[in-house]
């Protein structure tokens, strides 16, 4: 299974863009990227996801490199509801297999 | 809806007692996976079945085994509980895992302790 690699903690300011990165630098032609966000005592929740080309949710936005080896999650204006742990995963062709990481954990500062 | 529900959501068991975790959902998916998430740590897949009638192991699956009983629900049994086995438990729900676009829904967790 690819792996993904995440940085284990990160800060932002409220009201302020987030750049959260991932290197996946195994990932393979058919590989999606998911990431899933888990707010504190709850359960991981769907963010959003890509294969080649960058992609705008209501949540966030997708940027995938052009040679796919890393991605970044962007919270276009961070709020204190998103703190909270993201994932980033790498789902293979055909699996039904999500491997969680460690993820990073965001701090949202007033 | 409900999206994916979880019962018990606490559970206090002694070593070597067993118990079934409950998971149903809503939403018509067709896959199911158990998690746990131990203090710390990112989710560990125990169990999947990517569709009724059919389950297949996970990353951690010694000590458990699970049922599909129909395309609501998934349970997790622990057949002789074990302090390792201490953790929270995720149950979660996709349309289908074949196509990888669809997302993963998650119920809200059972924190088991054995003593």
């Known amino acids: 299974d690819a792996k993904t690699t995440q940085p284990n903690s990160m800060e932002s300011n409220e009201e302020e863009p987030v750049h959260l990165p991932c290197n996946h630098s195994?990932?393979?032609?058919?590989?999606?990227i998911h990431w899933y966000r888990q707010l504190p005592s709850q359960g991981p929740e769907y963010v959003i996801h890509?294969?080649?080309s960058n992609v705008n949710n209501r949540m966030a936005s997708l940027a995938i490199a052009e040679d796919r080896k890393s991605s970044t999650l962007i919270l276009h204006r961070a709020t204190l509801r998103d703190a909270a742990v993201y994932y980033c995963?790498?789902?293979?062709?055909?699996?039904?297999?999500?491997?969680f990481g460690t993820g990073t954990r965001l701090k949202v500062l007033a | 809806n409900a999206g994916v529900t979880q019962t018990p959501k606490f559970q206090v068991l002694k070593t070597g007692q067993s118990m079934t975790l409950q998971c149903a959902q809503d939403?018509?998916?067709?896959?199911m996976y158990w998690y746990r998430q131990d203090p710390g740590m990112g989710l560990r897949l125990i169990y999947y079945s990517a569709s009724e009638g059919t389950t297949d192991k996970g990353e951690v699956p010694n000590g458990y085994n699970v049922s599909r009983l129909n395309k609501r629900e998934f349970s997790l049994r622990l057949e002789s509980a074990a302090p390792s086995q201490t953790s929270v438990y995720f149950c979660?729900?996709?349309?289908?895992?074949?196509?990888?676009?669809?997302?993963?829904?998650f119920g809200p967790g059972t924190r088991l302790t054995v003593t």
């Open positions: 995963i790498l789902i293979s062709s055909g699996t039904y297999k999500y491997i």
């Open positions: 979660a729900s996709s349309e289908t895992s074949a196509k990888q676009g669809f997302a993963q829904y």
């Open positions: 195994t990932i393979s032609g058919t590989d999606y």
């Open positions: 939403m018509n998916h067709n896959s």
């Open positions: 890509g294969l080649t």
